[in-house]
């Protein structure tokens, strides 16, 4: 049923807070835009009659039964012992190379877990990592306006080593992704100065800026993730997860600050009806929720992590960003970078 | 000369992006509204002149000459050796007991370095921290619009019960000068749930657990720290730091965004002259450096570092929060409940 040329992407349909709804309309979008094909996995009498209502189209979708489901605050660890879950099942798929990719809203640790079992590491790399993608300032060097942040939680705590790497993916990620050609890099820590931080931030400064192939612009503080100083940030997991958070939660600190203020006078509550669309189009910008997903980095295959709270568009432009990443073979890349670090 | 009751703060004037200007021009303020004392200290030939051109009341200002003074971007370390810069003098008048107070907004490791070297610490209190005042949304339990992070910066790493002592200092500051009886405390982490994070964090979430007087309320994540969803959050210095940037970048981003978005439309631009205070006063609210400062906590005296952007306006705040914290006896607090958790 494979069509030559065409990717095969594995859709978890039980996967994040508005699932399976949301998970079915993208597939159902995705069938009509694209020459994707998609695999949805999950409950088949919850999604069939969605997928009846829907203008999908039946040739691009194919449904994969799976009677349970990972709850989204459930145990990773328990979630493994099921093998009938949606995510254990569209893991599979996977694995067999049945599918080109991977996307799921669902449980984050669950999927990391699921796919650490299932899929190989990429030869040479030692520690797999959650890449998050955010918005930044413009920035006169790359138009992309989003640049990437990892790890973001795979590994709570890193070796120089790990870092390195983590470098060295993101990199091939935002060279294919973001296509800029030469993706700068920067090591999160308490100050700019290459002196700075404990042991393991001072050895992976040193490791990063003698690494060839790798843009080091140097340490960079917390406010260069959001002003987008570079491209990539590498850090380790716990850090990078509370920055995470913390960016996500800006957009919502904006809407409740604009609110607040913009009630307290009349001419304000006049002039903040006159700038609805423009207050709504900032508040979007902050949105996490409507970025295409996370991409997890040093598998054999792509795997992107969409937001628990992603809506239909946003698991749309995960499954596309997996397809993009299939085929401008972002996991060559990395294994070729990794090869090459290894032959030093 | 000092008045019985009144407080004597010895006050940087040499420290800051805008000193000698910001700190004589709130001292001489402080003269003319509060019974303070202040001792002034820094370059005589530069001071006089600005105390003399202000309508500062002489009795309340006593200038001490400091020959030098440390740059913000000078190495903390080299700057120990030199005795007459306006830190190291202004140090030494707090460890002698000739003033009640430090505040100073220049460069911070010199600040926390001096203190360390001629202050003692409050028996029992094993590592000092750095807490930064942030502003959080309006929370229902507490009318203080400010909550406490520690620490940002002062020590990288931590054990365990460095962390529970964080805690404990910092719910002292809070209940102190924020007036909330019962400050809630977080511990920064990955997630919410009890078993998350690495080792140190595990114990450190026990500890709190069961720590008597902490009023914990468990692992809170990024997010929470802007929410303000507790009233202290406790983390390493790396975290903290990173957070804090993040945190006092959040206008700057929001300012390029508004500015970015409303120039889009005409109908926008229009909307946006009307908005234009409202505007000003939501950047204000992201501002760190119109707040009073960051207390270092730990040490037998109070030593507040204001932030090196500081305006005088954020400086004299800054002094009047020095003097209500030696009012209320925030050194005097933390003292006791050290020793309540030793005698455990």
Known sequence: MKTPGS????????????????????????????DLRILLVGDRSRI???????????????????????????????????TDSSIAVAVGILAKGEADALVSAGNTGAT??????????????????LAAVHPTLPRPHNEDPFALLLDVGANLTCTPEDLLQFALMGSAYASRIS????PTVGLLNIGEEAGK????????HELLRTAPGIHFAGNVEGRAVPLGVVDVVVCPGLLGNVVLKLLESQGEILEAF?????????????GARLLQGAIDRITRSFDYASYGGAPILGFERIVIKAHGRSHPRALENAVKVAAKAVRDDVCGAIASAAAALEAR
Request: proline share 6%; with cysteine; glycine share 6%.
């Open 258 to 270: 604009v609110r607040r203020t913009l009630s307290k006078r009349l001419d304000w509550r006049v």
């Open 48 to 82: 069939e009659p969605l997928l009846g209502r829907s203008a999908a189209d039946p040739e691009r979708i194919e449904l994969v039964d799976a009677t349970s489901a990972v709850a989204m605050d459930e145990d990773p660890r328990a979630s493994l012992e099921r």
């Open 179 to 182: 296509k800029v050609t030469r």
């Open 7 to 34: 990717r095969t992407i594995v859709l978890d349909a039980m996967g994040g807070d508005r699932a399976p709804e949301a998970p079915v309309a993208a597939a159902a979008s995705l069938s009509r835009t694209t």
């Open 112 to 129: 990391l877990l699921h796919v650490g079992r299932a899929v190989r590491r990429i030869p040479g790399i030692r520690r797999t990592a």
């Open 197 to 204: 931080g404990d042991e393991c931030l001072r050895r992976a």
